[in-house]
């Protein structure tokens, strides 16, 4: 499985798509100010992206949603599943929950508003190149939001709290016994958003263990992206989703 972080010492490596040309020169001289990140290709469209991702082979690419041939979110998508091993940072002017779902859906690892700090933007591509999610402040609260509110919310369901409590309990026995208990803990802080870093740092391990303890996390369920992750965590109790009501 590929590495999710790059070797100590190395630079992020990151591809930017945007159909501004001054927008792309600002994001160039911002990335490459720091000192960690360098931009090794740049793209007009959707198809330019996926042709760079496929020759530059980055760790993060920065991409706008609004472009010509072929619109960021399905560049995204084909370039998620040709090259699982690149992380994708949707950057665009769109607020909407539709965009945002539907981006973490085709396998963004992160969504952030053009408005958004510069510090912000650099912490941002940091975060998905050791393995995290990003999500634009506000926006967090909408995916947990989009997943309770397809489930079932009558009031007879929910004047039967007892029983869904004791069905839970059982269900999450059952759903992770495929598990370590290392490794449902990893997937509880994936869930929140936390980077391989941070867990790393909180459970005093090494960034590598944490990768593999993630790696089979996602193997053992067939969770393949941040939505079904934040989902199935929701589902068995993992994280609450009641402060996002």
């Known amino acids: 499985m590929p590495d999710e972080t790059n070797t100590v010492g190395e630079k992020i490596r990151i591809l930017l798509a945007d159909d501004h040309d001054l927008l792309r020169h600002g994001l160039r001289l911002l990335f490459e100010a720091q000192a960690d990140m360098q931009v090794v290709g740049e793209a007009r469209t959707g198809r330019e992206a996926i042709e760079q991702a496929s020759e530059q082979r980055p760790d993060v ?3 706008d949603i609004s472009m010509a041939e072929m619109d960021g979110l399905e560049a995204c998508q084909r370039i998620r599943k040709l090259y699982p091993e690149i992380q994708v940072l949707i950057l665009t002017m769109h607020e ?38 990003y999500l634009y402040p506000g926006l967090a ?10 489930h079932d919310q009558s ?10 409590a004791r069905e839970k309990n ?15 803990e990893v997937l509880k802080y994936v ?37 079904h992750l934040v989902r199935f965590a929701i589902h068995h109790g993992l994280i609450a989703a009641e402060p996002y009501l």
């Open 141 to 150: 609260k909408t995916l947990i939001r989009a997943y309770v509110s397809t």
């Open 61 to 63: 690419v920065v991409m």
């Open 96 to 133: 909407s929950e539709e965009y945002f779902l539907q981006a973490l859906r085709i396998g963004a690892a992160g969504y952030l508003v053009k408005k958004a700090a510069p510090a912000e933007l650099s912490t941002a591509v940091r975060t998905l190149a050791q393995g995290g999610a």
């Open 191 to 227: 869930a929140e958003g936390k980077t391989n870093q941070e867990i790393a740092d909180m459970l005093v391990l090494s960034i590598k263990t944490i990768q593999a303890h993630r790696a089979n996390v996602m193997d053992k369920l067939g969770l393949h992206d941040i939505t």
């Open 170 to 184: 059982a269900s999450l026995g059952h759903a992770l016994d495929v598990l370590t208990p290392r490794e449902v």
């Open 155 to 164: 009031p007879t369901r929910l004047s039967n709290q007892r029983t869904m």
